[in-house]
């Protein structure tokens, strides 16, 4: 490390010329070293351990044994053609083997859902921390961070424990004299996957939307305000597209996890809940086809890069269209 | 301006709705039954004392705590220059990287679990153990360590170091008598979080783990079996205190001492 690379920033050397450059060059340097460890550990435990998933998903697995040769099996497997018509949920699949698309559908359409309500009940809570709150804001926040850092694991297993057969509702309302025997649809379906993801991940989004909110800045809000906007105009002109960015960025962090998430459909799902995990986790301890687990994952990983692509594409395109109208 | 009532009957509603699911846990594990079930039978401490005379729960409870304080001090120590690199240096690639560190919060943790399996055991042959979930951990710590330094480096005034490089310091010197002090809360609660992190972490331990278990994959197992169920309720409660207890610390550490303007740092 040196001890002028910071300094010489404005210094002497500030305009132009070989001192410059080389100064910069070694601030360059000593930053990109300051963060070797970190890049050390990305790239042998991120990077290395996806490429080595890569190469496996180009294998296949004949009973015990790990055929190393290269073949696309794996991926044509997936998408193989078949007369034999597989129908679900009013959809047609023409597959040999229609299990990982059907579970990939079910499993973005449920997190597609549970991403969505839980925009919707955050949204309005980061609404009144930034704008409502004045007093103990730091104890609001505190209170609303707890819940994201307990065990996602306890989160799941206490909805088990609420919807089950013999659980809270059902006793509850058993022990009320409102029903007479319990109630056995609370449980083990996609709708207990999508009400537990909600309630799993709906305090990791409060924060990011409410940091989006906090910084707009509230001269513009008296300003429209002063000019005669009512207030619902001021949220729509105003609050609504600056806390756009933050959280649309919130809800990603939301739905990319939770299309591969294995906990929840594994306690809460039952049958029909399972998800596109639930299937890499089979294949790799049970069925013992780890290169089609493999090769499953990358595809959904694609699929879900893919559909955030084309999400963040035509909300750029619908921005430049709005600024084009005004 | 009329302040309405209605958003903070929401606040109200959305905080139980957050919190009630979870608090069934620790009310139904003082009940004196077999079954998490309404009405109350009556209060009883002794799931309690049941769980504790179960020795494999002790041991994961001892690996889960050896492996969080290894993983913890191995991010934290591995986050602290990463963050001084981001918030102080000029270096070309700098959003590349630092979305790079931010990855393995959005990759669902099934498909890093299942990547780390493959180099694991296929390609460098390594047996699975407690060291293969710490890695694990490692690796899913990290962005959380390193976002709560940055936004604690981000938060003091840098002419503090400038102050200390002019009045003639070595950057080692700055970064021990300034940098460091100024980030101690920042480094602190990383410390913390990276170990509830760890702590907590159920899918990587679940698939890296070997003979020994972890506490959230013996809590897992046991979740099999119905006539356990008091007993899981009993220990799922003590890890909800202590994750509280610790994020508390770390969130009160952290927005102590020096004051931000900065809207990001809560």
Known sequence: MSDDTKTNRRGLFARGGLFADRARRREALTGIGLLSPALVVMISMLALPVGALVIMSFWTQNGFNLDTSFTLDNYRRLFARSDR????????????????????????????????????????????????????KAAWIIMLTIPFWTSYLLRVFSWKVVLGYNGAINSGLMSLGLIDKPLEFLLYNPAAVVITLSHAWVSFVVLPIFVSLEKIDRSMLEAAADLGDSRSRRFRRIILPLSMPGTISAALM????????????????????????????????????????????????????????????????????????? | MKKGWG???YAVLFVAFVYGPVLILPLFSFND????????????????????????????????????????VLATAIAIPAAISITRYRFPGKPAVLSMLMLPLVVPSIVLAVALLVIILRFLGLPLSLWTVAAGHVLVALPFCVSVLISRLEGFDQSLEE???????????????????????????????????????????????????????????????????????????????????????????????VQTDNPGDY
């Open chain 2, 7 to 9: 958003l903070t009957v």
């Open chain 1, 85 to 136: 018509v597989t129908e679900w949920m009013g959809m047609t699949f023409h597959l040999a083997y229609p299990v990982p698309a059907i579970l990939m559908i079910k499993s973005l359409a449920m997190s597609l859902m549970a991403t969505v309500a839980v925009v919707l009940l955050a949204y309005p809570m980061a609404y009144f921390l930034a704008f409502r709150v004045t007093r103990y």
């Open chain 2, 33 to 72: 039954n077999t079954f998490a079930t309404f009405p109350l039978t009556g209060f009883t401490t002794r799931h309690y004392v049941d769980m504790l005379g179960q020795r494999q729960m002790i041991a994961s409870l001892m690996n889960s705590l050896r492996i969080g304080l290894a993983v913890t």
């Open chain 2, 163 to 257: 102050a200390s490089r002019d009045l003639g310091c070595s950057p080692m010197q700055t970064f021990r008598r300034v940098t460091l002090p100024l980030a101690m809360p920042g480094v602190i609660s990383s410390l913390l979080l990276g170990f509830i992190i760890s702590f907590d972490e159920f899918v990587i331990a679940f698939f890296l783990t070997g003979t020994e278990n972890t506490l959230p994959v013996y809590l897992y197992s046991q979740l099999r079996f119905p006539n356990k169920l008091p007993g899981t309720l009993a220990l799922g409660s003590v890890i909800l205190v202590v994750s509280t207890v610790l994020v508390i610390t770390a969130e009160v550490i952290r927005k102590r001492g």
């Open chain 1, 254 to 326: 939301v739905f990319i996890p939770t299309v591969g998430d294995y906990v929840t459909p594994q306690l809460v799902g039952g049958n029909g809940g399972t998800m596109i995990g639930s299937l890499v986790q089979l294949l790799f301890t049970k069925q013992n086809n780890a290169p089609l687990g493999a090769a499953i994952s990358l595809v959904m990983m694609g699929i879900i890069a893919v559909l955030v692509l084309i999400f963040l594409t035509l909300i750029g395109y619908w921005k430049m269209r709005a600024r084009r109208a005004s």
